[in-house]
């Protein structure tokens, strides 16, 4: 691919060296107001950045005005292939060069440099709704904020296998594997690669307040779940009880038994009045375990992953669909026009075709659809899916139906 996309005033390239690595990591620092960089910060934060992975916009006099990162990683598609797939993070425009289309060319540079590497498919966490939908992502996952008060689990949950507390350095060498070794057991899930595991878990197990890691062993004794919390004590006693908040950060396993095993865990815990946990599928039973259900409150459920096609007829032949008469779907794609076009989707699969479309949308839309997150007609009834034929809409609602509900569950 080429290495730079030259506009007006600016160029987008692979950031190599490392003051230019750097001045894009300070530039995102404080394009998210978060506090100037210190020399002890880069230090810690520059092994955490792949080679190559890092574009920047750089103007003619050498100033960095612009970042974005990508993840190399692969997502869990209904149907049960993994395809490898990018994840865009760490976006940020330097504050007096905004509104001028640096992260327009970011964008893309970033989606060739996708289909050089035959990622088909884009995903991101979003800062603010309004970014990106002009740029082909729709809300294609979401995830479930919850807290549970004073929760009291129900004597019939089934126990089983063993629950143990890592130390941190065995949980240093221990997570990453578990989790890959767990799988992506649930469409949208995505692979994690080194570089996210130094920035949202090796950096932090160092630093004074490390996460805290406990380990399900099923009967037969291998690892098969874990959970990565925190606690932080209630500063504020108005009773004299004591009482913690416990963090859930990251709780994985390869089946719901072992998952509830580590519930269990958390909800029998002493000393804890609430259990919060940030990014959860939707539909995980938590309330089930509990003889007092109404002690998990939902506290959001909002945008969890933003996916893109990046190449739609790859991504579209990739998926499952369920058995149903073919649906003609007109894509509109303005940012990556070679995707426009009529789709023919069945159960067989998926081919271009001349056809009249039965149903056309945007990209972005096509994006909502994908892993299943929406149906066409919730889509087409909030003017998302323009309908020539409205028995194409119940058929197309069967095609695109999955069998679980998407989730990414990883944050980046
Ligand atoms: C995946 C992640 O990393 S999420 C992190 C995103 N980063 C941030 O939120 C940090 C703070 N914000 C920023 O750095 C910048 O404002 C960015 C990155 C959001 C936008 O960068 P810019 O270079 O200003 O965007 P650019 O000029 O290419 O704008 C392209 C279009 O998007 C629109 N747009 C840009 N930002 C926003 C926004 N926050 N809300 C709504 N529309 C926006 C522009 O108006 C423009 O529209 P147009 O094509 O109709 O004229």
Not at 201 to 223: I, K, N, Q, T
Not at 236 to 251: C, K, Q, R
Not at 322 to 339: K, S
Request: proline letters at 5%.
């Amino acid at each position: 691919m080429t290495r730079s996309a030259v506009m007006a005033d600016f160029a987008v390239r692979v950031l190599t060296q490392d003051s230019e690595l750097r001045a894009a990591h300070s530039l995102l620092r404080v394009a998210l107001h978060s506090p100037p960089m210190t020399d002890s910060d880069w230090a810690a934060t520059k092994p955490t950045y792949k080679p190559d992975r890092f574009f920047g916009a750089i103007t003619t006099d050498g100033v960095t005005v612009g970042s974005a990162y990508v993840y190399d990683s692969e997502v869990a598609v209904p149907g049960g292939k993994t395809v490898p797939m990018s994840g865009l993070t760490r976006v940020g425009v330097r504050a007096d060069h905004r509104r001028r289309g640096v992260l327009t060319e970011l964008m893309r540079f970033q989606f060739a440099d996708a289909r050089a590497n035959g990622q088909i498919l884009s995903t991101l966490n979003a800062t603010e709704t309004g970014i990106y939908g002009r740029f082909g992502y729709g809300i294609g996952t979401r995830a479930r904020e919850m807290h549970l008060i004073k929760p009291r689990l129900r004597s019939g949950v089934p126990q089983s296998g063993r629950v143990r507390m890592l130390s941190s350095a065995e949980a240093l060498a221990l997570t990453a594997a578990l989790y890959e070794r767990i799988g992506l057991y649930r469409t949208g899930m995505m692979t994690r690669g080194r570089d996210w595991w130094a920035v949202h878990f090796d950096r932090s197990m160092r630093e004074d307040e490390p996460y805290l890691v406990a380990v399900h062993s099923g009967p037969d004794g291998g690892d098969d779940a874990y959970v990565i919390y925190k606690a932080s004590s209630n500063e504020d006693h108005v009773s004299t009880e004591y009482g913690a908040t416990l963090h859930v950060y990251d709780l994985h396993g390869t089946t719901l038994a072992a998952r509830n095993q580590l519930w269990r865990f958390l909800i029998e815990m002493d000393l804890v009045n609430e259990i919060h946990a940030h990014d959860r599928p939707v539909d995980e039973p938590v309330e089930l375990l509990l003889e007092n259900p109404r002690a998990c409150i939902t506290r959001n459920i909002g945008d969890d992953a933003w996916v893109r096609l990046v190449d739609v007829p790859a991504a579209l032949g990739a998926r499952t669909y369920t058995d149903a008469e073919p649906v003609a779907i007109a894509v509109n794609d303005a940012f990556l026009p070679e995707n426009s076009g009529t789709y023919l989707v069945s159960g067989d699969g998926v081919v271009r075709t001349s056809a009249p479309a039965d149903l056309t949308l945007g990209v972005d839309t096509l994006g909502m659809l994908y892993f299943g997150a929406w149906t066409p007609s919730a889509l087409a009834a909030a003017g998302r899916v323009r309908v020539s034929d409205p028995v194409a809409l119940t058929r197309a609602d069967r095609l695109f139906q999955t069998d679980s509900i998407p989730w990414c569950g990883t944050g980046f």
